[in-house]
Antibody, heavy 119, light 110 residues
Framework: QVQLVESGGGLVKPGGSLRLSCAASGFIFSDFYMAWIRQAPGKGLEWISYITPTSSHTNYADSVEGRFTISRDNGKNSFYLQMNSLRGEDTAVYYC????????????WGQGILVSVSS | QSALTQPASVSGSPGQSITISCTGSSSDVGTYDLVSWYQQSPGKAPKLMIFEVNKRPSGVSNRFSGSKSANTASLTISGLQAEDESDYYCCSYAGSDNWVFGGGTKVTVL
């Protein structure tokens, strides 16, 4: 079955960096778009980035553009989110998700990982 | 993009039907028939319930249905059950490889 597992979260100081990983299994990873979505404490969901199967194209929400970078390694069935210049408002649970691109929906999600930005 | 607008909470008694609205704009909901809905229980990951406005993934109960009119999408839960008590989020494709979510609606079964 499809499984997505995030890792790499934790506590970081403002201005610091963190790299999240998402390990995928149960499907042909190299065939799918993938995305990161976050949820601040007590708040709603926010799409923040996606990447195409061959990494030919990526896109970011305005709130993270220029600070976050999405990438993937199809040989490792994994994709990543490099987060730089972190701010307090980046504190959230970060979910990795598989994108059904023809239906523009997120059909499988990881369990989420907490990133806390605080001094 | 601005977040889609959902009511903060909706409640109903077991067996009743409830409807959650999701209002966007002509840049997202109004232009694309690519609205999806997600159910999230406390401490859990979201689960896809509806895609392309009104289609259900395999395994999702037919008590869940979706619709859209102009800039507003809706999710209806028929025959409300205790297990339906969760947060629900709408999401729309917004063009140029962007997606926008709603703020979420807490459904309470009385």
């Amino acid at each position: 079955q499809v499984q997505l597992v995030e890792s790499g979260g934790g506590l970081v100081k403002p201005g610091g960096s963190l790299r999240l990983s998402c390990a995928a299994s149960g499907f042909i990873f190299s065939d799918f778009y993938m995305a990161w979505i976050r949820q601040a404490p007590g708040k709603g969901l926010e799409w923040i980035s996606y990447i195409t199967p061959t990494s030919s194209h990526t896109n970011y929400a305005d709130s993270v553009e220029g600070r976050f970078t999405i990438s993937r390694d199809n040989g490792k069935n994994s994709f990543y989110l490099q987060m730089n210049s972190l701010r307090g408002e980046d504190t959230a649970v970060y979910y990795c998700a598989r994108v059904d691109v023809t239906r523009a929906s997120f059909d499988y999600w990881g369990q989420g990982i907490l990133v806390s930005v605080s001094s | 993009q601005s977040a889609l607008t959902q009511p903060a909470s909706v409640s109903g008694s077991p067996g009743q039907s409830i409807t959650i609205s999701c209002t966007g704009s002509s840049s997202d909901v109004g232009t694309y028939d690519l609205v999806s809905w997600y159910q999230q229980s406390p401490g859990k990951a979201p689960k896809l319930m509806i895609f392309e406005v009104n289609k259900r993934p395999s395994g999702v109960s037919n008590r869940f249905s979706g619709s859209k009119s102009a800039n507003t999408a809706s999710l209806t839960i028929s025959g409300l059950q205790a297990e339906d008590e969760s947060d629900y989020y709408c999401c729309s494709y917004a063009g140029s490889d962007n997606w926008v979510f709603g703020g979420g609606t807490k459904v309470t079964v009385l």
